[in-house]
């Protein structure tokens, strides 16, 4: 279940494809429905969007509990290229919690309120800073996005490029999984 200096364990990689997968759907709904109105993923998917959004929260306040108490034995990230690689992941970290978290106090600041699987969760309120969250959660949207995309581009480099291992660690298959190093 823990990590290992060889590769992610059970638990962080399956909270990894969890959010990859609930923050494409966001995503992809979204964009999918400014260039193709009508289409039946944005409509099956957007109805959900806050519901998926807050449970994207949810799951990364545990990921964050998570990820520090195995900072320590996951993976070693040596040489400057890889230093670079783990502050886009705590830039990743960051707005994956900002995302929610300005989408939430958009939609209670102007007085439609948070509603999670059909329960209002907090009734609207009239805040007049509210629609500034609004400008942020569309901002956020886009360096997510791109951050997303180049983070894919890079597990693709390593994969078939370098050869490293690097996506095999998140996907669990193959590598050693002991843990080599005392304590
Ligand atoms: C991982 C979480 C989330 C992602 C990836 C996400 C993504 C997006 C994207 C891409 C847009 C379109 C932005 C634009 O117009 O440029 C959007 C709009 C919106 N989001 Fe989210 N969202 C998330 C969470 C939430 C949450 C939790 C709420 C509410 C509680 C929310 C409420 C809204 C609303 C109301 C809009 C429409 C805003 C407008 O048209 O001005 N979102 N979201
Ligand atoms: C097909 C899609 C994806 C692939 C192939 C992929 C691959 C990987 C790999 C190989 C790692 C380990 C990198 C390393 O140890 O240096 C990783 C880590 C990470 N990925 Fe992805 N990823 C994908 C989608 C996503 C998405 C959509 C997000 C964000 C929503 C994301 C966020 C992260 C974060 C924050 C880490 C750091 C490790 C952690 O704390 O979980 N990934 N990913």
């Given at each position: 279940?823990?990590?290992?200096?060889?590769?992610?364990?059970?638990?962080?990689?399956?909270?990894?494809?969890?959010?990859?997968?609930?923050?494409?759907?966001?995503?992809?709904?979204?964009?999918?429905?400014?260039?193709?109105?009508?289409?039946?993923?944005?409509?099956?998917?957007?109805?959900?969007?806050?519901?998926?959004?807050?449970?994207?929260?949810?799951?990364?306040?545990?990921?964050?509990?998570?990820?520090?108490?195995?900072?320590?034995?996951?993976?070693?990230?040596?040489?400057?290229?890889?230093?670079?690689?783990?502050?886009?992941?705590?830039?990743?970290?960051?707005?994956?919690?900002?995302?929610?978290?300005?989408?939430?106090?958009?939609?209670?600041?102007?007085?439609?309120?948070?509603?999670?699987?059909?329960?209002?969760?907090?009734?609207?309120?009239?805040?007049?800073?509210?629609?500034?969250?609004?400008?942020?959660?569309?901002?956020?949207?886009?360096?997510?996005?791109?951050?997303?995309?180049?983070?894919?581009?890079?597990?693709?480099?390593?994969?078939?490029?370098?050869?490293?291992?690097?996506?095999?660690?998140?996907?669990?298959?193959?590598?050693?999984?002991?843990?080599t190093r005392s304590g």
């Amino acid at each position: 279940m823990k990590d290992s200096p060889r590769r992610y364990g059970s638990v962080t990689r399956a909270l990894h494809w969890l959010i990859a997968l609930l923050v494409i759907a966001q995503l992809a709904s979204v964009f999918l429905g400014f260039i193709w109105k009508n289409n039946v993923f944005s409509q099956l998917i957007l109805p959900w969007h806050t519901t998926i959004g807050v449970s994207v929260l949810t799951v990364m306040a545990i990921r964050t509990l998570w990820a520090l108490s195995q900072l320590s034995r996951r993976p070693a990230h040596e040489g400057k290229l890889q230093r670079l690689a783990i502050a886009g992941h705590v830039a990743m970290y960051a707005l994956l919690i900002l995302m929610p978290l300005s989408g939430a106090l958009m939609t209670w600041g102007m007085g439609y309120g948070v509603h999670v699987f059909g329960t209002a969760w907090f009734e609207g309120a009239d805040a007049p800073w509210a629609a500034g969250f609004g400008k942020l959660h569309g901002t956020f949207a886009w360096l997510l996005t791109f951050m997303i995309v180049g983070h894919v581009c890079m597990a693709m480099f390593h994969h078939f490029r370098l050869r490293d291992g690097t996506l095999h660690r998140m996907l669990g298959r193959r590598g050693d999984d002991r843990d080599t190093r005392s304590g």
